[in-house]
């Protein structure tokens, strides 16, 4: 069961929150990636977890249900994305939570840690995160699942957005989706007007500075045949974290919690356990 949220974020954005779980336990607030929406979380939203855990899980400003301003500046600031998740800790009165970002929400966690520190914070799970976004990184740290798409997937032709996000969509995922899954995910992607995908992705990013002052534990969950956001955005995030410890999936792309998602639950039960007990 969930109960559907309309918080205020900054700026005004009404963002759309579900919330899933024990109302009494520790809260995991999920983050979701790149033109995705929070039903990516379904099968941890949707497990196990739920007994033990308050589960959070939004669509991020400009995604699935949340306002999606036409400005290109509502997309572009540090604070308005930090701005946003401190609205969801303030609308539930949360303290000490496990932030679990995937691809994007690595820079959404890193912008929440920049301006509001990590008081709140009890550990930060990086899922095949970014923390990198500039030209610099294209290479080295982010791959060619996500360049090699990203021109057509933010063009005003829709026939070849839809073709570069199916396309984007595939290198995502090393194992096989179900079709009910693959449509799901398809469907939400093609929510996010491309506008938007072209306007958060305009940034320049490098959260290394960030990494550096982390004192809470993390949790880093790669996927070694990752295309998107490449196993070496992983090592620079182990490298600068002094709380930090690896789990590799081998066999796996961009999708950890979608394509071995019993292992990623039980690994994350087990984290946001220790470090919110």
Not at 36 to 45: A, D, E, K, T, V
Not at 139 to 154: D, N
Not at 164 to 189: D, Q
């Amino acid at each position: 069961m969930s109960t559907q949220h309309t918080v205020v974020g900054a700026g005004g954005i009404n963002l759309n929150v579900l919330e899933y779980g024990n109302a009494s336990g520790p809260a995991i607030v999920f983050i979701h990636g790149w033109s995705q929406s929070y039903m990516c979380w379904l099968n941890q939203l949707d497990s196990n977890l739920a007994k033990d855990f308050r589960l959070i899980a939004l669509d991020l400003r400009g995604h699935g249900l949340s306002d999606a301003p036409l400005s290109r500046e509502a997309y572009t600031s540090s604070e308005s994305w930090a701005g946003d998740i401190n609205a969801i800790l303030n609308h539930f009165q949360l303290e000490k939570v496990t932030l679990v970002g995937w691809s994007y929400g690595g820079l959404v966690i890193s912008d929440f840690v920049r301006i509001y520190g990590t008081e709140r914070v009890a550990g930060i799970n990086f899922v095949g995160a970014a923390v990198k976004l500039n030209e610099a990184a294209i290479g080295p740290f982010i791959g060619p699942g996500f360049y090699e798409h990203f021109e057509a997937a933010v063009s005003n032709d829709l026939l070849a957005s839809i073709d570069a996000i199916r396309s984007f969509l595939e290198t995502c995922f090393k194992k096989k989706l179900s079709r009910a899954e693959y449509e799901r995910i398809l469907c939400f992607n093609m929510a996010v007007r491309p506008d938007v995908r072209g306007s958060i992705a305009a940034r320049d990013l490098d959260n290394v500075d960030i990494l550096k002052t982390l004192k809470v534990p993390v949790l880093v969950s790669q996927g070694e045949m990752d295309t998107v956001v490449l196993p070496s955005m992983a090592r620079c995030i182990l490298e600068h974290c002094e709380l930090s410890e690896a789990s590799w999936y081998e066999g796996v792309a961009h999708g950890p919690f979608i394509e071995d998602a019993a292992r990623f639950n039980h690994e994350l039960g087990i984290f946001a356990a220790r470090v919110n007990p």
